[in-house]
């Protein structure tokens, strides 16, 4: 139960400072167990990875990120390669990685990737920026693999919409799966598998909803907390006394393969 105003004010500004204070560089969202829930795609996307990187002989993960989910991998591919563009996720991703025999790229998350013709027999990414179809045909040998989980239409529009406002058609559009496999079939591959999740977000506290949005950039661009504090008291006085906000997230994966 909520407190005096006073007492909630206090929680609201102790909650907010820290959230605001703490790093959000890499792709580790550790920092929210407790306070925020996320329910996972049903088809374990850092698992089946690993899965295709154990039978792999070179392999390429693009917007690597922190490294993390490539680090997760039981075993990698003897030629393994990740890029990633944001300097401070470039040297994570080197510090992880390296000590596994991974080679981190510095590179701008556009065309054209650093990298030969048919390069690799597997390329992977988990929730690309954008996925430059052409290229990834371009590096993956014939019968090579591209196996990606991506964040689908609307994700956590909910949060979204709570700050900007209702979303024009073609921003809830976005990101749409069908455009996705249409996209990797104009670029010669073949889609073998794609799917698509609604799942369930809660955020716990206001401290979490400010992390989220520090984090994940393009949600609400050019968020600050000084910025959208007064949505933010509003919000945590919502939270404080109706319980968790609640979004969908949607995730959708799709595996494409380059013929023969």
């Known amino acids: 139960m909520p407190g005096s105003p006073e007492e909630e004010r206090a929680r609201f500004d102790a909650l907010v400072a820290e959230a605001d204070a703490v790093s959000v560089d890499g792709w580790d969202f550790s920092w929210l167990d407790g306070r925020a829930t996320e329910q996972r795609p049903s088809w374990g ?5 690993g899965e295709r990187l154990g039978r792999a002989h070179a392999a390429l993960d693009i917007q690597t990120g922190g490294g993390e989910v490539l680090a997760s991998a039981p075993k990698l591919p003897p030629l393994t390669v990740a890029t990633e563009s944001w300097p401070p996720n470039i040297a994570r991703a080197t510090a992880r990685l390296h000590p596994l025999g991974v080679v981190v790229v510095a590179d701008a998350d556009e ?6 013709d048919a390069a690799f027999d597997l390329v992977t990414s988990r929730h690309p920026v954008t996925t430059w179809w052409t290229e990834i045909a371009r590096v993956l040998r014939p019968g090579g693999t591209y196996f990606s989980q ?15 406002g209702p979303q024009p058609p073609g921003a809830r559009g976005a990101r749409d799966p069908q455009r996705a496999g249409a996209e990797a079939e104009a670029a010669g591959l073949e889609v073998v598998d794609l799917r698509l999740e609604t799942l369930r977000t809660e955020f716990f506290d206001i401290g979490a909803v400010v992390y989220f949005l520090r984090k994940v950039i393009w949600m609400v661009p ?18 404080e006394t109706e319980g968790p906000f609640v979004a969908h997230t949607t995730r959708f994966l799709i595996e494409a393969r380059k013929p023969r």
Do not use: D, N
């Open 111 to 116: 065309p054209p990737l650093p990298f030969g």
């Open 222 to 239: 050019g968020f600050t907390v000084e910025q959208y504090r007064p949505q933010l008291a509003a919000l945590h006085h919502l939270i």
């Open 45 to 49: 996307y850092a698992r089946a990875m």
């Open 150 to 164: 991506q964040v689908g239409p609307a994700s956590v529009f909910e949060l979204v919409e709570y700050f900007l």
